[in-house]
């Protein structure tokens, strides 16, 4: 039987068995069954230092983790192109041996191009790539490589612009050519051939373990493959068709999984009271909302009134709050703390990233501490005596508010009164974290909030029963955010521009390019940027740089400088797009962004247009595809998350079949997509319903390996009727 699960679980609060309900681990004692759960270390092919990788940057911990971390795309190697043959345009594979391998830097720009040249006795093939010196050591002439990329055929020249590539050895050609190969998620220091051969071992060796769950009946309705066949052929298949039979299949028994899960954690929470009642506080809120500099938009006092009314009521609140970026959610969520900390009780928010949640803290604390409040930080890097302080003040309860991140959920972490649990950004936790915090009093409240515009039904789908109330209304006085695409060569007119706005006295963002394999060249990447900003065209103007791999002072310094006017251009990695608030700033550049997503490009412009003055982002790209020009057509044209959510849907839609797959975030669900997936979400939603009526706690016989799946694929989330030990 699998064990899926990737978020650790709690350590504390929320023991690991789903204690009270009867759901427990099936009678899977076999010495293959074990190999599925043993540390990927004894893997073979996995060493103490392969695992560090594997667990750090993949999050696989054992070997059916690693089972379950599916290829991001297949490649059909069965079918190479011999370069003569390649078209123009096209998306093409194919092998040789690298003749010679050149490294230059263009005089004006600050840029390194590695050109390699492959023959495969057909033609020849060069291909180029940027600030990527590195693979000038890896393809040294005679190594034999594939390349997968975008061919262009330019002034006689077989060109392929910054292609994959992988150098192959003799005598691997079986696993690696010449059939379809998986294609894993890029890490440092694990190529693709490393993965490979991890997994075709791991799959020798423990797929046999692996036992089928799902009912036939359930299997033979949607025309699924047997589990092992399906993890085998996720990875290796023989056909494409088998391949997508086997992720259906994969997706449709994690979908399944999620359902089951929501619709009982329904099912116990309709059965519990709240653990908490307030005492009053009407007279505090009407105080705080007459305390605001500025007046409730009429969206944000139906929202807050449809919150105090849970807060009143005798089961406890779960909600959603969805609201665009700068839509005014941190009051809404003020409020109720202020309610839950007013009637006696205490409250807690979690934010995803350490900045964040800094930044909630100081907002928080300006807009209670006048009401009376204490409000509290609890974050990863807290020295040893605030971390104790913090601790403190929570568990005895001197601390009316506590901000933190998932630090929150750790053991050690106690309250002495928990009435009301916010979570920020929620797309970015899973089931089981949020799970955790709620597990850290009886039954608190719980409210949600996002900027992520998803449509109702997969809400409901995604967060089980919760209550969703929509923040529809933008404060007012804001002037809308106008965006304008521009192509790389205008970069010198867009930086005298951006002088000229910082000379009037506001602030800008430039959000460097993207690099999704590594925070680490990320950071890099960004510090070079601003060096290189800050000694050239920006060089009589405070320049500031903000990352994820800055410690927790320095980027506490960053923000600071910001906040206060001290930094008027501020260098920045994609850290930023979630939650900064500083109204001064109308100035957003952000650079390659037809790498970017258009959620992800909207949450990042969203940083700009707080303020009363006009804002302008810039997104400089040149996008070669269809897809790509209308993707930032779209963000030209609109500033509405909804329609721009809508819009990434449809063009994904016409994407590639079994093209990339967009990171989406939502929390540890690692095979499916909610939104490519909706089709498979709706069959596992009324699955899941079907099992659960005759046998709500899937006590049959029949249904025991469905509980045993459960359990181990969410053990971090115990359904609420399980009682804190
Ligand atoms: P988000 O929904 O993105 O979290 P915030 O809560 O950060 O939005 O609010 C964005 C900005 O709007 C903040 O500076 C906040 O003070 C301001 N704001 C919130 N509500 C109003 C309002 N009703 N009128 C004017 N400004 C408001
Ligand atoms: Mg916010």
């Known amino acids: 039987m699998a064990n899926i699960r990737r978020d650790p679980p709690p350590r504390d609060g929320a023991p690991r068995a789903l204690a009270a309900v009867p759901v427990r681990p099936c009678d899977d004692t076999g010495p293959a069954a074990a190999g599925l759960t043993s540390a990927v270390q004894y893997a073979r092919g996995v060493g103490p230092a392969r695992a560090r990788l594997l667990e750090d940057r993949l999050g696989i911990a054992t070997v059916s983790d690693l089972l379950y971390r599916l290829p991001r795309r297949v490649e059909d190697r069965s079918r190479l192109r011999r370069i003569y043959d390649v078209a123009h345009g096209a998306l093409e594979t194919v092998q040789g041996t690298v003749v010679r391998i050149r490294q230059f830097r263009p005089r004006r720009r600050r840029l390194v191009i590695i050109k390699a040249a492959v023959t495969d006795g057909s033609g020849i093939l060069h291909a180029v790539w940027y600030n990527q010196p590195y693979i000038a050591r890896q393809l040294t002439p005679g190594t034999r490589v594939v390349l997968h990329g975008r061919v262009q055929r330019q002034a006689g020249e077989i ?69 092992r066949r399906a993890i085998r052929q996720a990875h290796f298949p023989e056909t494409l068709e088998e391949y997508r039979a086997a992720r259906n299949r994969l997706v449709y028994e994690e979908l399944l999984l999620l359902q089951l899960l929501l619709l009982r954690q329904k099912a116990a929470r309709a059965a519990s009271p709240r653990g908490l009642r307030y005492g009053d506080a009407r007279e505090l809120v009407a105080r705080f909302h007459g305390a605001l500099p500025y007046t409730l938009t009429g969206a944000q006092y139906r929202v807050i009134t449809e919150i105090l009314r849970d807060m009143d009521r005798p089961h406890p609140m779960n909600r959603l709050l969805q609201g665009d970026v700068g839509s005014g959610k941190t009051v809404v969520a003020a409020t109720a703390l202020l309610r839950c900390a007013g009637g006696g009780a205490q409250g807690a928010l979690m934010a995803p990233t350490e900045i964040l949640a800094g930044q909630h803290y100081l907002t928080l604390r300006n807009l209670l501490a006048p009401m009376g409040l204490t409000v509290t930080l ?154 290189r900003l800050a000694e050239s065209v920006f060089r009589d103007v405070r320049v500031g740089v903000l990352h994820g791999r800055m410690r927790v002072d320095e980027r506490d310094r960053a923000m600071r400088a910001l906040r206060e006017g001290e930094t008027q251009v501020l260098v920045a990695t994609t850290v930023i797009e979630v939650g900064i608030d500083v109204p001064n700033a109308t100035v957003m550049v952000i650079e390659d962004a037809d790498r970017f997503g258009l959620s992800q490009l909207h949450q990042l412009r969203g940083r700009v247009g707080r303020g009363a003055q006009p804002s302008r982002c810039i997104l400089i790209g040149e996008p070669r595809t269809e897809e790509g020009q209308a993707r930032l057509a779209a963000m030209e044209a609109t500033t509405d998350g909804f329609r721009i959510a809508q819009k990434d849907l449809e063009l994904r839609g016409v994407g590639e079949l079994l093209g990339h797959r967009r990171q989406h975030g939502f929390g540890e669900l690692r095979v499916a997509d909610l939104l490519r997936d909706r089709e498979w979400l709706e069959r596992a939603r009324r699955d899941a319903a079907d099992l659960l009526e005759g046998d709500p706690d899937l006590e049959r016989a029949e249904h025991r390996p469905i509980a045993a799946a459960l359990h181990a694929r969410f053990a971090g989330a115990r359904p609420e009727n399980a009682r804190v030990g």
Request: hydrophobic share 40%; aromatic share 4%; net charge negative.
């Open 159 to 227: 060109q392929m612009a910054a292609p994959e590539f992988e150098a192959i050895e003799e005598g691997e050609e079986s696993l690696h050519v010449g059939r379809i190969v998986p294609v894993y998620p890029g890490t440092e220091g694990l190529s693709q051939r490393v993965m490979r051969s991890i997994v075709a071992r791991a799959l020798d060796d423990h797929a046999g373990g692996l036992r089928e769950w799902l009912p036939a009946e359930l299997r033979d309705r949607h025309r699924l493959p047997e589990l």
């Open 378 to 531: 609890l974050v990863g890097g807290l020295s040893r005596a605030a971390r104790d302080e913090a601790l403190g003040a929570a568990r005895e309860g001197r601390a009316d508010v506590v901000v933190g991140t998932h630090a929150l959920i750790e053991g050690g972490v106690e309250f002495h009164r928990l009435g009301l649990v916010v979570v920020d950004e929620q797309h970015r936790f899973g089931v089981s974290q949020r799970a955790a915090l709620r597990y850290k009093g009886e039954h608190p409240d719980v409210l949600v909030m996002t900027a992520t515009p998803i449509p109702r039904t997969l809400a409901l789908s995604l967060y089980g029963d919760l209550d969703v109330s929509i923040l529809d209304e933008l404060p007012p006085g804001r002037s809308p955010i106008q965006t304008y695409v521009r192509a790389p060569a205008q970069r010198p007119r867009i930086y005298q521009w951006v002088r000229g706005e910082v000379a009037a006295g506001r602030q800008a963002y430039i959000v460097c390019p993207l690099i999704e394999e590594s925070d680490k060249l990320q950071a890099e990447a960004a510090t070079a940027l601003a060096t």
